[in-house]
């Protein structure tokens, strides 16, 4: 009697035992593969900061384009990232034989650097030699690097300065032709009439602060028109849809 106990208590404990004895395997493989070149564990202390998870490797995927994935990853998550660093990831991208559209934020990223480089390039030299035309045209091409506006700021306050010193001209009338077209684009809300104007506006180089916010203005403002279009256009469609259903 106590033997056949005896056998209905250990085969009641046997898959215990085996579940005790695969917890335990999987905790040892877990440690092992934590652990570092003196035996000692690795694996975080309650209230440490965990480690970044390694990304899992690809099928098929090399050393060397696993590496350039992640330096091409590290460039892409800053959008002020140094150029050199930019063009290496690029380089290294490129070597390990990565797709066209793995490289291609990397590469919208060194034309964006590019050119704020370029432009603040052109504003330092536009600075030194207090010329209008330079100062208006690095002004341009600081708008089409979208660089801050505490960066041009310099270069505004001497346009206005050196404007107020000028006699005029025929670039002075263009640039006034250009600021009155914005102010009329403005309050049509027009399309093509804001299109126009902006373009003209760009064309001129406005420098003057109260010009500049006129013509963000009427970006802006474009800019709302034609979500406003789209949503109109969105609506129609789906109406169309219903009753086609």
Do not use: W
């Amino acid at each position: 009697m106590g033997d056949t106990a005896s056998c209905v208590c250990n085969s009641d404990r046997t898959p215990q035992h085996k579940d005790d004895a695969a917890a335990g395997m999987d905790r040892f493989m877990v440690d092992t593969g934590s652990k570092s070149p003196r035996g000692k564990s690795n694996r975080h202390r309650t209230g440490s900061t965990p480690r970044p998870t390694p990304r899992t490797p690809r099928p098929g995927e090399t050393l060397a384009q696993r590496v350039a994935r992640l330096n091409l990853g590290k460039v892409c998550a800053d959008d002020d990232a140094d150029e050199d660093a930019i063009h290496r990831a690029l380089a290294d991208g490129k070597a390990a034989g990565l797709a066209a559209f793995e490289l291609a934020e990397a590469t919208e990223l060194a034309t964006r650097t590019s050119r704020r480089r370029m432009a603040r390039e052109a504003l330092a030299a536009a600075m030194a030699s207090r010329e209008e035309e330079a100062l208006r045209r690095a002004l341009f091409l600081a708008d089409e690097a979208a660089l801050d506006g505490r960066e041009v700021e310099g270069a505004l306050a001497l346009i206005e300065e050196l404007e107020g010193h000028a006699e005029g001209g025929v670039a002075a009338t263009g640039r006034a032709k250009a600021v009155v077209r914005l102010e009329l684009a403005i309050k049509s809300r027009g399309q093509q009439e804001l299109e126009e104007a902006i373009e003209e506006a760009e064309s001129t180089c406005l420098g003057m602060k109260s010009q500049r916010a006129l013509l963000a203005e009427a970006r802006v403002t474009l800019k709302m028109v034609n979500a406003r279009r789209q949503a109109a256009q969105d609506r129609r469609n789906r109406e169309l849809a219903t009753h086609e259903s």
